[in-house]
């Protein structure tokens, strides 16, 4: 007979928990899950039952977790954390040259430079195998959160991120996100303020996106209206072509359009104020005493120190 640890900890109930009470919503997390939803009220049910109090409860159609529902949650991070952290002690005892390193990669960001990267590691280092997941903000988190990427390259800062303490970061470039247009009579303005982008139509990032939000965040200080998207893209690239095939506005980082080939009637501004972020690792704090995550960023800093990222992505554009 099982005891009850065993019932709790079993297969995949808290992960079933852990999805619920991320979406709180019994259609949405069954989807995710890949099971039906009666599948997962059962083992909900079930959870709550060997628990002896009501996890979730409901106000209207929303749901809402209990105080027990709380208590289970905080008990379920707790003890990912402790596996989290025992994963790690075992996994600095092995080689640094040896191994498997998943990182995330925000879906939006240029991956010239990286995918570079990956061909000299490779070269140098035929023992570490890199594995590159192009993922949304949210999946980067809960990834990081599982340990199921070593390393995310995202944008900072991300004020939607609360709890930063369990993470490190470590910079890779800073960046400027340009007003990218093509009307002639603001051709020779180097500086743009909000408030004479908006007559246009725009092409965006999707919502949630962080430079999306950025962008939000930044009209929104400026008290400007937020221009009007007719379309979104989640590549830089993607958005630069329709851009230029629709006369459509839309703002990119610096460092993707630098090297880019003389754009006929396409121009680019600093918006005024300027919108600044940083593209950085970031990673679990400890993750960096691994042998195989250290000499990884080393040989990064290494390759950089060579020629900087920006050196880097114009040789990568002009071969």
Do not use: C
Not at 194 to 200: A, L, V
Not at 234 to 253: G, N
């Amino acid at each position: 007979m099982k005891t009850k640890q065993e019932s709790i900890f079993s297969s995949k109930t808290l992960t079933y928990f852990l999805q619920l009470a991320e979406t709180m919503n019994y259609t949405q997390a069954a989807q995710i899950l890949g099971i039906t939803q009666p599948a997962l009220t059962q083992q909900i049910k079930k959870l709550e039952r060997t628990v002896g109090a009501p996890l979730f409860y409901s106000v209207g159609k929303k749901l809402r977790l209990s105080d027990a529902g709380y208590t289970m949650l905080n008990a379920t991070h707790e003890i990912y954390g402790i596996l989290n952290q025992a994963t790690d002690q075992i996994q600095q005892a092995t080689s640094a040259t040896q191994g498997e390193i998943n990182i995330g990669l925000l879906a939006s960001i240029e991956d010239a430079v990286f995918e570079d990267f990956a061909i000299m590691s490779y070269q140098n280092n035929p023992g570490i195998r890199i594995s590159f997941h192009m993922l949304t903000r949210k999946e980067i988190w809960e990834q990081l959160e599982n340990n199921r990427i070593d390393l995310a390259i995202m944008y900072l800062p991300d004020d939607s991120i609360k709890n930063w303490k369990p993470y490190d970061s470590k910079k890779i470039i800073s960046d400027d996100l340009l007003y990218i247009h093509h009307d002639e009579q603001l051709a020779k303005k180097r500086r743009i303020k909000f408030q004479d982008t908006t007559n246009g139509p725009w092409v965006m990032y999707p919502e949630g996106y962080y430079l999306n939000q950025t962008l939000h965040e930044a009209y929104k200080n400026q008290l400007a209206d937020f221009p009007k998207s007719v379309d979104n893209f989640t590549t830089p690239l993607q958005l630069l072509h329709f851009s230029m095939q629709t006369q459509a506005a839309t703002a990119l980082p610096n460092s993707f359009m630098i090297g880019q080939d003389e754009l006929p009637d396409t121009w680019t501004a600093h918006f005024d104020p300027n919108i600044r972020f940083d593209l950085a690792f970031v990673f679990r704090k400890g993750k960096a005493e691994i042998p195989r995550i250290s000499h990884f960023l080393a040989q990064f800093d290494r390759y950089l120190h060579t020629d900087d990222y920006i050196s880097r992505l114009k040789q990568l554009r002009n071969n």
